[in-house]
């Protein structure tokens, strides 16, 4: 196996999963649209490409495997607008493909579980250009393509003590509201075990085993910090900005059960409770 790897957006998730592959000998080109982050990448060991903008085409030529992380926008899939063709033409010597998306293409099921062959039925405007993104990607001829439906992201700089301390965090209660969600090394640990164990065309949900409501998180950060209790606010009282109040419009149990039976993977943080304590030990060690 090749073991060279464009990522397209090389953001959170990515760059956990380049924590794996670097130690086993990878080399690894990421796209930024920075040049402080393309620095702060090339500190990291990766190969940066200010994008767009730079010279993909070294890079486009080396690699056998591609990671997507950039989401549509008001345009749609800003990799596919701005290098579709050449990604094309490169998908027969390509060995592994992935494309992350998000359990927001299932849209709304008032709580109930859904798994990857539940139909795609999103209820925003975020859910739908990531069906049309994810449609467009399986479209291309020959690409060895793996989609990756990601829950809620939390890990290293994302999580809830910090409102937690600073006594801004609320338990926002929405009656049934439930969300499921994954540690990001538990994203990058998939996201290797799929690239040794490819299978083109293959879909993936990527949560934990525990699917919550939102307010018992943050209620669990409290108790771990030992601070008080944030208040609990109902949701139709709560101020919110329109990307959080969307959030709340699905409510969903997400099974994650192919990733198990067939990539073999064992969960680091099976639930927020393992992912917590570990997230607050670690930065208590830095």
Known sequence: MSKTLLSFGHGYSARALANLLLPRGWTIHGTTRSPDKAEALRAEGIHPVIWPGGDLDPALAAARHVLVSAGPDAEGDPVLRRCGDAIAEIAPRLEWAGYLS???VYGDHGGGWVDESTPLAPSTDRGRARVAAEAEWQAITGLPLHIFRLAGIYGPGRGPFEKVRRGTARRIVKQGQVFSRIHVDDIAQVLAASIARPDPGAVYNLCDDDPAPPQDVIAHAAQ??????????????????????SFYAESKRVANDRIKTELGVKLLYPSYRDGLPALLEAAQET
Not at 228 to 239: C, D, I, R, W
């Open 102 to 104: 998000t359990t927001g």
């Open 224 to 245: 771990l910090l030992g601070a008080p209790m944030p208040p609990e606010v109902p949701f139709e009282q709560a101020e919110m900005s329109p990307m959080a109040r």
